[in-house]
């Protein structure tokens, strides 16, 4: 009877440890988050070059518990650049709350990119707590390297040697071209004698705003023509750019421009203001991004506002000398 007894009770304690230890799996492999901990998922772990990916971190609290969240423009992204903030989501569900921020971003750099791990504060009870998410890893592929009949680029080709008739005419047609230019210089109409009073050049800003305006109402958006629109807007920008710092901007990229901009001292509004813009012009020309009308418009807004915000302050008016004793009107 006592070694049944302990059999039965060996049998007993086997089952129990059985069931104890398949209770954390299951439902899955990993059990749900804790409240207070931070969850960040992506949409997509694998873009090319360009793509957006909305990223949204994720918290759950007691009913009791405050969930601070760091402003979206504040954040330290790393090789990421925020494009927009979707709407702050707090709700209720059921004996808890939900507070989540979804941040749409995208990068120009390939390769394995991770977003940093970044800082929340949870209050409760007067106490405010730091809690730090997960970071994020992303593979950024280029685009070449999708394209199928993308090539790299070609070594030179070895130099050609021309045959002799094809020198002669090349001394041919040089002496040609060089008795047309005498003939058209000494043949051609002199130019009138300029007037002593010419109209002073406008200011730089002043033909960038009108500039601006005019590509508004040409409405190339609502025709279709969004890479011309942007690429018209990229130019316009950087002509003034170019008038306004006297900086280069002939067969610059952005990055150089803006490496520009920070070595002559620029308001730094302005150069993140410049950048903000010129690169959303670089997404629509190389990467194939197409932005919705409003998009584009405010776009456009944002072109207004740089050109408003670092035009030159007009020069102070001349003050009028004081009349002198001798010319004062004697009674």
């Known amino acids: 009877m006592t070694h049944r007894s302990s ?7 086997l089952w129990a440890g059985l069931v104890l230890s398949g209770a954390g799996t299951v439902g899955g492999d990993a059990a749900p988050a804790r409240q207070g901990q931070v969850e960040v998922s992506a949409d997509k772990d694998k873009i090319t070059i360009g793509d ?9 609290s007691d009913l009791n518990t405050k969930v601070l969240f760091p402003k979206p ?15 702050f989501v707090h709700e209720q569900r059921g004996e808890e709350l939900v507070w989540e921020q979804a941040l749409v971003v995208t990068t120009f750099e390939v390769g394995e990119r991770t977003l940093p791990a970044q800082k929340f504060l949870v209050e409760s009870g007067g106490t405010r707590e730091p809690v730090m998410s997960e970071s994020l890893t992303v593979t950024v592929d ?14 030179l080709k070895g130099q050609r040697t021309l045959p002799i008739w094809w020198k002669n ?15 058209f210089f000494f043949r051609r109409p002199r130019p009138k004698l300029r007037e002593a009073c010419e109209e002073p050049a406008r200011p730089c800003f002043e033909t960038a705003l009108e500039a601006l305006e005019t590509l508004k109402r040409e409405g190339l958006v609502q025709k279709g023509h969004i890479k011309e629109y942007y690429i018209r807007l990229s130019g316009i920008i950087r002509t003034y750019l170019e008038a306004r710092y006297g900086i280069v901007v002939l067969d610059r990229t952005t990055a150089e421009l803006l490496a520009q901009m920070k070595a002559q001292s620029i308001d730094q509004d302005v150069v993140r203001m410049t950048r903000s813009l010129l690169e959303e012009c670089d997404l629509v ?3 194939k991004f197409r932005p919705q009308a409003d998009e584009a418009e405010a776009s456009c807004m944002a072109g207004v506002k740089l050109v ?5 302050l007009p020069a102070p008016e001349p003050v009028a000398p004081a009349p002198r004793m001798h010319e004062v009107v004697r009674r």
């Open 285 to 287: 020309k190389f990467a």
């Open 73 to 87: 423009h504040l954040m330290d992204l790393g090789d990421f650049r925020l494009k927009k903030a979707r709407k």
């Open 308 to 312: 408003e915000v670092s035009k030159p």
């Open 52 to 60: 957006e990916i909305t990223v949204t971190f994720s918290i759950r």
């Open 142 to 155: 280029s685009v070449l390297a999708l394209d199928p009949e993308a090539k790299d680029i070609r070594g």
């Open 7 to 13: 059999l039965a009770f060996v049998l007993l304690a």
């Open 169 to 183: 005419a090349l001394w041919i047609a040089g002496l040609i071209a060089v008795v047309i230019l005498i003939l």
